[in-house]
């Protein structure tokens, strides 16, 4: 993995700071979530008076196109407006390649005297060049070039169309490049455009080589933000690299941004995916020395990993923190906490926890279910399973794979072989599992019972 940028340590807060916009702009939380292709600014003026235009386009031949717009144009007793233009651009575009796109775009130009492209003109053909197949990035500055030549040059909005287009076509690595050209000649990207490409190198890059882009779009005032570094440390978090994340988080602090809830949260899930107890309280600890107060998530995902690692008391106590901090525990918090239980033998205390769960009018799942019927059944306590599977088959919830394999199991060993069939038949009528996948295990199972009657291991 790559080393953290010299400059992530050098940048004062104050170079960091992002000047603000004059539009204003979505939040961090929902950006994270974004991804819209193309800004409203690049969407031509609409016309209620006018229906869509269907594509009159049959073929792509040029000189065809050519002859057929002319018809329309002579005939139309509509003034041909904007829209209009960009409706026959767009419509021939998805037909034909660039080269000939822009051939009936000049054709355009010259046979209507009236007509004066807008940059919504120049995003259809832009948009076109970047992702139409075997284009090149020729095709990309040729559309560059005239829209300079046309006094409309590239502003955010074309860079932001031309890198997502290129991104969203795989061509990430001409969508580095251009940002750079753009930013040096026309206009550097915002943020949201610069994040968006951040998240498309790091899924076909390096660490290292990302690092490299961040440095060098540096020269251009482009800076990382909070969100920059959310999607770095996501990124390290997935490749369980942890050292890499706490170490991002650091710089966050040495270039005078603080890191939110959002940060931390996705470290300690990093931590719980490789079942490291310690490791998550430690990251608990540092986020409340830094003074970002834990939410419903951090204590939901600290609960999650302290119990996947069989410490069930200490997520009990953060189960208590979590109360007395003002937040009621939802289903993925009580399902966890049971499951680290049932890991330590103590189904009857998870059982218990589902009748605390209900009278605080929170509802199980069906995965809390499947779970507490798991732990029944590995600690023998098979009449509590029925118990518990009446219950389940009452509500209709259905049987996970593996819970109706150690249900089964567990009633055959104990000779309730009537009770295994009508398992099977809930499984198979509420469509839990495939007919052949249930009846595999039951079959499985009531050989074993067979062989170990026959050799006098059971009753």
Not at 78 to 83: A, F, R, Y
Not at 133 to 161: E, F, K
Not at 292 to 318: H, W
Request: glycine share 6%; net charge neutral.
């Amino acid at each position: 993995m790559g080393k953290i940028p010299a400059s992530f340590r050098l940048m004062t807060s104050k170079k960091l700071m992002v000047k603000p916009t004059p539009s204003p702009s979505p939040p961090p939380r929902d950006f994270r979530n974004r991804n819209t292709a193309v800004r409203e600014s690049a969407t031509p003026p609409q016309n209620p008076t006018r229906e869509p235009l269907r594509n009159p386009f049959i073929t792509p031949n040029l000189s065809d196109a050519k002859s057929l717009f002319n018809s329309i144009a002579a005939t139309s007793r509509i003034p041909l407006d904007l829209k209009f233009h960009n409706s026959v651009l767009q419509s021939y575009a998805s037909i034909a390649d660039v080269d000939d796109t822009v051939k009936l775009f000049h054709h355009i130009l010259k046979s209507q005297p009236n007509f004066s492209p807008a940059r919504s003109t120049f995003y259809i053909l832009l948009s076109h060049a970047c992702r139409a197949p075997d284009s090149s990035i020729s095709n990309v500055h040729r559309v560059l070039n005239l829209m300079v030549n046309s006094g409309c040059a590239p502003d955010q909005v074309t860079t932001d169309i031309a890198i997502r287009s290129l991104c969203e076509s795989g061509r990430v690595d001409e969508a580095k490049d251009l940002i750079k050209e753009l930013s040096e000649k026309h206009s550097p990207p915002d943020t949201y455009t610069y994040n968006f490409l951040l998240k498309h190198l790091l899924k076909c890059g390096s660490l290292s080589g990302v690092y490299d882009f961040i440095d060098e779009m540096l020269k251009f005032e482009v800076k990382p933000d909070l969100i920059s570094f959310t999607i770095l440390i996501d990124n390290v978090c997935n490749s369980r690299n942890l050292r890499e994340a706490e170490s991002l988080v650091e710089a966050l602090g040495h270039n005078g941004i603080k890191p939110d809830c959002f940060v931390f949260n996705t470290i300690m899930k990093g931590y719980c995916t490789l079942s490291k107890g310690s490791e998550v309280i430690g990251i608990y600890k540092k986020m409340k020395k830094a003074g970002v107060e834990p939410d419903l998530v951090t204590y939901n995902t600290m609960i999650f990993g302290l119990s996947k690692c069989g410490r069930a008391e200490e997520a009990m106590q953060y189960l208590k923190t979590m109360v007395e901090e003002g937040y009621e525990p939802d289903t993925f918090t009580y399902t966890s906490m049971m499951n680290g239980m049932c890991r330590k033998g103590d189904s009857l205390g998870a059982l218990s926890l589902l009748e605390e769960m209900e009278a605080r009018g929170c509802a199980p799942n069906d995965c809390t279910y499947n779970t507490l019927l798991v732990g029944l059944c590995k600690t023998r306590l098979t009449d509590k399973g029925i118990e518990l599977y009446e219950l389940m088959k009452s509500n209709g919830v259905k049987l996970e794979t593996a819970t109706y394999g150690m249900f089964v199991k567990a009633l055959v060993r104990s000779g309730k072989i009537a009770e295994a069939y009508e398992v099977f038949d809930y499984a198979v009528d509420s469509k839990s599992l495939a007919d052949a996948s249930a009846y595999s295990t039951l079959e499985t199972s009531l050989k074993w019972y067979k062989n170990a009657k026959e050799q006098g291991l059971v009753v």
